[in-house]
């Protein structure tokens, strides 16, 4: 607290200097989306981390080369002292940050490097060692599906090829794949859409040479690939590998099975700010930093989504409280709102700095709680008792045998409470801990040591269950029966109903007749 108390009092001293340089700092992104809000939200939230005092302007050219040469020179007429840039294009952007060196304007380029070596420093994941994990994680699973005299056909569908970002990630999973005679490996060169790797894989699947796996450049491309197999009815059989893995897509994706893995490419928008400050100030940095990433497959993605998103809500919450300082600041230099100003930039600076170690603290607790779930799962496995817990969800609670334990009192519990909102669609986990008195994590952990199954797993398989039932038992459509088990649409119920019964709902409906 002594420590927060002192640098919540230097912050605020920086904050009302009024002779400190503003060091303006000029950010060129090549497009939009996720991975790269990603960046710009910590970029933000990094700038007032440090003891300079830092702006920070960010525009995005839309995947637009001439958009992005305009920008820069937008950037740098506006007088920015260093600018930071991730290439749409290699040999375009390298000549326009010749023009910028010129003017002694340091350069950093991130995530993407260019043509030539006139750059100050670069900051990045690695690409090539990104598309090398995956194809050490393809190779594996490859082998997995051989036998029988099947050659296992691997089909990489790269990004646009004139990005460095694709060169490298080609060149690393073609070196995993070196050497491989027993698969067959096929690059096709794309790019970065979702709708060409929709149509390359539907070709191949439609004209009998359907792949065993396919590998794209990012996760968009990915959701192309498993739009592909949904339609031409072969999911399951087309293993699926991705690049980024961020929440909302390629985690999630991973979790919902509709990808085998992804990996996460690392952003590090606080990491360039910091180095950005080094080179402003002279002082000693890196030339080549480059940042690691992690591969997520389905074992660990859930441990590593629920890590990424609550940093990436800090982030966010962190931007807010420096937008309203910012506000606030202007009042402060004013004399007739200076008291008031003054009060309630201390207290945004508090809420700041505890918002930041908060987000620390939660880190290490979620590698804690990752820890403890891998040694209650060994425990699950290891415990015959604990099987016979999971028939609470599949038998009336009458027929449970005596004595009833608390996990047998929770579990009856938390089946009444599933049964009683099985209809909302929008039905979250934090209201179900609510009812049975368990926070999010706890629910989890309790659910997964029970039953072997995660809660959203388990809602799930209820769900399809009384589905089931109301098929066999009524004569309510299958529209009116998704709706009313909680399925938002009829169309991903019937999915999910095919993958537990391993038939549509309408043929046991039929069978039924």
């Known amino acids: 607290m002594k420590c927060l108390l002192m640098a919540v009092v230097a912050v605020l001293l920086t904050a009302c200097s009024t002779g400190g340089k503003t060091y303006r700092i000029g950010v ?33 050219s839309y995947d637009d080369t001439q958009q992005q040469i ?11 002292d260093l600018l930071v840039v991730a290439p749409n294009e290699a040999g375009p952007i390298a000549k326009v940050i010749d023009r910028v060196k010129a003017k002694g304007i340091p350069v950093i380029c991130f995530d993407r490097s260019v043509e030539g070596n006139n750059y100050t420093a670069f900051i990045g994941g690695s690409n090539v060692e990104a598309g090398h994990a995956v194809g050490v994680n393809v190779v594996d699973v490859a082998r997995g599906m051989a036998g029988n005299g099947h050659k296992p056909f691997v089909l990489e569908i790269t990004a646009l090829m004139s990005s460095s970002p694709a060169r490298d990630r080609h060149q690393g999973f073609a070196q995993a794949m070196a050497g491989h ?11 970065w859409s979702s709708e060409t790797s929709y149509r390359v894989v539907k070709e191949y699947i439609v004209n009998g040479r359907r792949p065993d796996i396919v590998f794209c450049h990012n996760d968009g491309m990915a959701t192309g690939v498993y739009r592909a197999v949904v339609e031409t009815k072969t999911e399951g059989k087309v293993k699926i590998f991705g690049i980024d893995g961020m929440p909302g897509e390629g985690l999630d994706y991973v979790q919902f099975g509709h990808q085998t ?14 180095l950005a400050l080094d080179i402003l100030t002279g002082k000693p940095y890196k030339r080549e930093t480059t940042l690691q990433g992690i591969l997520v497959v389905k074992e660990n993605a859930w441990s590593v989504a629920t890590t990424t998103a609550e940093l990436m809500k800090q982030n966010k919450d962190l931007v807010t409280i420096q937008d309203k300082l910012e506000d606030y600041q202007g009042l402060y230099n004013t004399q007739q709102k200076a008291l008031m100003a003054s009060l309630v ?21 979620a590698i804690r709680q990752r820890q403890a779930l891998n040694e209650e799962e060994t425990l699950f496995y290891t415990n015959p008792d604990s099987r016979a817990l999971r028939q609470v969800f599949k038998t009336p609670a009458d ?48 659910v997964k040591a029970i039953t072997g199954l995660t809660p959203v797993e388990l809602l799930r398989q209820m769900r399809l269950g009384q589905g089931y039932v109301l098929l066999t038992t009524t004569n309510k459509t299958v529209q009116e029966i998704a709706f009313e088990v909680g399925f938002g649409t009829p169309g991903y119920f019937s999915k999910c109903f095919r993958q537990q019964y391993g038939k549509y709902p309408m043929e046991v409906r039929n069978g039924q007749n």
């Not at 090549?30 to 990603?38: E, I, T």
């Open 28 to 60: 060129s992104q090549c497009a939009p989306g996720g991975w790269r809000d990603k960046i710009n939200n910590e970029m933000l939230a990094a700038q007032h981390l440090y003891e300079q005092d830092v702006k920070v302007s960010i525009v995005t």
């Open 70 to 80: 305009h920008d820069i020179d937008s950037l740098v007429e506006s007088g920015i």
């Open 181 to 191: 005679d027993e698969l067959e490996y096929v690059c096709y060169e794309g790019d």
């Open 261 to 274: 893995a992804s990996y996460v490419y690392p952003t590090g928008g606080a990491e360039i700010i910091r």
């Open 345 to 365: 930039l201390v207290v945004l600076l508090i809420i700041a700095m505890i918002v930041i170690w908060r987000a620390y603290v939660l880190s290490r607790r």
């Open 399 to 446: 027929e449970v045998p005596a004595p009833r334990s608390q996990d047998t009192i929770f579990a009856e519990t938390l089946n009444e409470a599933i049964r009683q909102h099985m209809s909302n669609p929008n039905l979250k986990m934090d209201d179900l801990g609510e009812q049975v008195g368990l926070s999010r994590v706890q629910l989890y952990r309790k």
